[in-house]
Structures are given as structure tokens and as C-alpha cells.
């Protein structure tokens, strides 16, 4: 029978050569001081020092697999499916929560039962695990998360039903898999923001949104293209500090020049092709210029 009053949350964590910070992982889950929690992780059969630390803890985790896999999005799908939790998370290897982060998630949901994802606020946090800034959090609105995804994963925590009528993990994405999931479940779901700091996500050089930022942009024009069929200025206008700056946009704020406007605004209107005239105002709405000329008319 459930305890209403201390529902399971089910927490897995998908891992593949994250020996370094796995161990801090690790803790974070274990260390929490609520007392209903399955955690799960799910290796994708690592070569490094992650076999070691597992058996470290073997004892104190629900379950561990380790074996191959296609990438976190199966990882993610596998150890969701088998798990027993009707509050569902899932936390990177690299990443790591807060002390009484699951506890304050599960009294939001009790103090908001109609809330389908409950998320908080988190930081961005070095390899050394030291704190570079907070995460960008907002307060949900529809509209701004097609702009941005101001929903940190670690801090997130999602109802088992609408994990599931959402369609769970995307398998076949590789840099956005949580901004897929907020999307879909936004579409018809109840998204309640708490003020407590819930987790640190770690930036590094082996971050896959850090290693290859290019990579990371196509696959968000793509996602949006076939949720909305149309990527906003602002994702435009990162891909174009990008390009220009040729920096990682985490260590390195981008910079928004001459040149990446100009370009932002060739891209834009390239990228969405069948929507020109929709990319072109939207690009007025937010330049200085636009917005002299928006106000005259």
C-alpha cells in the first residue's frame, strides 16, 4: 500500500565513465533525509573506475545495471519502466543533489496535488564542485519555455503519470532529452517552481552541452521545429554568439556583438524558411533598434 504521506520516489541515474563525480552522485541521493527513496542506476558499461565505486555501494542501491546501451535516453527509458516509484527523477552521474532536496519535492507535491513536475532552483557548479552560478531558473510559463529552458533537470521531479503520458524519454536525442520532456509535459501538464536550491549541475570540459555547443544548438532547432515548427530568437541568437565567439558560453559568457546579431538575423531567417516575416519581428521585438521602431508603430 502507498503512504500517501510519504509517496516512493524513484531516482535513477544514468552513468558512462563518470568515475570522478559519481562517488558525489551518489552521496546526494544517499545522504538525503527522506526515507522513501529507490534509487537506480543504470551504467552504460563503463571501462573507468565506476565498476569499483559501484560495488562500493551495492548494498545500499535499489538496483545497478551495467551494460551497454544507445545513450541516456534508453538508460533513462529501462530504469524508469522497471521502477515502482510514483514520483520519478533522474539524476546525471555528474550531478548531484542538495541536502533535503527529494524531501522538500515530495511536501510541494502534498502542497500541490493538481502539479504534474515540481522543480526548484539549483546552481551551476565547476568539476571541483565549486559554485559558478545559479541556474537561470523562472517561474513556468509556456511562451518563455519555448525561449528557454529555465527548468533545471536535477531540480526537477515529475509525476509517474505524466512521465508516462508524455511519452517518456526520447531515445534518439543526445543534448536535450530533459528540455524534450518539460516541452511535452508543458503541453498538457501543471508545472509548480519552489524557491529552495534542490541540486548543483555540474559544467565541465566533458559535459556533452560544453564539448560540442554546435551540436548541442542543431539538435535544440530540430526539437522545436517539430514541437512548434518555429525556433525563437533567442536560441537563434545563442548559435550565433557561438559561432562567433567560438567559446563554450558557460566559462566564457557569449557576447552579443554587431556580427552575431547580423548573423542571428541571416540565420533566423534561414532556419525558419517557411516563417520569415515571424523570425524578422521577433528579432526587431528584442534588438535595441526593433524595439524604437515597434514602439513608433
Known amino acids: 500500500m502507498t503512504d500517501l504521506a510519504q509517496p516512493l520516489v524513484s531516482i535513477v541515474t544514468p552513468s558512462f565513465n563518470s568515475g570522478p ?23 552504460g558499461g563503463s571501462t573507468d573506475e565506476t565498476a569499483a565505486i559501484l560495488q562500493r555501494y551495492r548494498a545500499r542501491i535499489a538496483r545497478i545495471h551495467s551494460a551497454p546501451d544507445f545513450g541516456q535516453g534508453q ?10 516509484g510514483e514520483i520519478l527523477a533522474f539524476l546525471n552521474a555528474d550531478d548531484a ?23 526548484g532552483n539549483a546552481y551551476h557548479v565547476g568539476a571541483d564542485g565549486s559554485t559558478i552560478a545559479p541556474y537561470p531558473t523562472q517561474d513556468f510559463d509556456r511562451e518563455a519555455l519555448r525561449r528557454s529552458c529555465y527548468i533545471c533537470q536535477p531540480a526537477a521531479f ?9 511519452g517518456a524519454m526520447n531515445p534518439a536525442l543526445h543534448y536535450v532529452l530533459d528540455y524534450d520532456l518539460w ?4 503541453a498538457f501538464g501543471t508545472f509548480v517552481r519552489i524557491e529552495p536550491f534542490l541540486a548543483k549541475s ?4 566533458g559535459s556533452k552541452s560544453v564539448s560540442d555547443r554546435k551540436a548541442f544548438y542543431r539538435e535544440v532547432f530540430l526539437l522545436l521545429k517539430s514541437h512548434f515548427g518555429y525556433v525563437p530568437y533567442e536560441w537563434v541568437q545563442g548559435y550565433a554568439s557561438c559561432l562567433i565567439d567560438r567559446n563554450d558560453q558557460f566559462f566564457t559568457k557569449p557576447r552579443n556583438t554587431i556580427a552575431a546579431a547580423a548573423l542571428a538575423l541571416l540565420l533566423g531567417v534561414w532556419i525558419n524558411i517557411g516563417r520569415p516575416e515571424t523570425f524578422f519581428i521577433d528579432y526587431l521585438a528584442h534588438r535595441s533598434a526593433g524595439k524604437i521602431l515597434l514602439r513608433r508603430e
Do not use: T
Not at 183 to 186: G, P, S, V
Not at 202 to 205: C, G, I, K, L, Q
Open 21 to 43: 563525480f559519481l562517488r558525489d552522485c551518489i552521496e546526494s541521493v544517499l545522504s538525503q533525509d527522506y526515507p522513501n527513496i529507490e534509487y537506480i542506476i543504470m551504467d
Open 183 to 186: 516541452l511535452r509535459c508543458a
Open 97 to 119: 543533489y542538495l541536502p533535503g532536496a527529494v524531501g522538500q519535492a515530495v511536501r510541494a507535491f502534498a502542497a500541490h496535488p493538481g502539479a504534474d513536475v515540481i522543480y
Open 75 to 84: 538508460a533513462l527509458n529501462r530504469g524508469l519502466s522497471g521502477s515502482k
Open 202 to 205: 555540474r559544467v565541465h570540459a
Open 158 to 166: 515529475v509525476r509517474r503519470e505524466a512521465f508516462e503520458r508524455a
